[in-house]
């Protein structure tokens, strides 16, 4: 597989910007929906991101190392050191490390990895003429 950079890390822009977008739009989504949105985008985002990253890999590599990585961001919340929690308590490290473990966050993970995988395999599986 040969991804192109270009397009994943505009993609990657864009759904940095989708997960921001997302906590605006929560007023108007369905409360389920609104609890599971953003970190199925995330989960999303470093899906693009190792692809970006390792663009000749194989779909599947880049699944495994995605949900490996979150994986272990889910697991560092149950570390609540209060130095941890300093850099939580920021914009930017509540939005990387999160707050606190869920196990329903790994179900988000999961919807997010998956559309990007299925959407890899719609996009470079041969058209049928």
């Not at 149950?78 to 930017?92: E, F, G, K, P």
């Not at 990895?113 to 470079?124: F, N, Q, R, T």
């Amino acid at each position: 597989m040969n991804r192109s950079r270009i397009f994943y890390g505009l993609l990657l822009i864009l759904m940095v910007g989708l997960g921001l977008y997302s906590r605006r739009l929560s007023p108007f989504l369905p409360e389920f929906i609104n609890t599971y949105l953003g970190d199925a985008i995330w989960a999303a985002m470093i899906f693009i991101g190792f692809a970006f990253l390792f663009n000749r890999r194989k779909t599947a590599v880049i699944v495994g190392a995605a949900a490996f990585y979150c994986l272990l961001t889910e697991c560092s919340q149950l570390y609540q050191a209060a130095w941890m929690n300093d850099i939580r308590a920021t914009s930017l490290g509540g939005l990387v490390l999160g707050y606190g473990f869920l196990w329903t966050d790994l179900a988000a993970y999961a919807i997010g990895l998956s559309v990007c995988a299925g959407s890899e395999y719609i996009a470079k599986k041969p058209s049928v003429r």
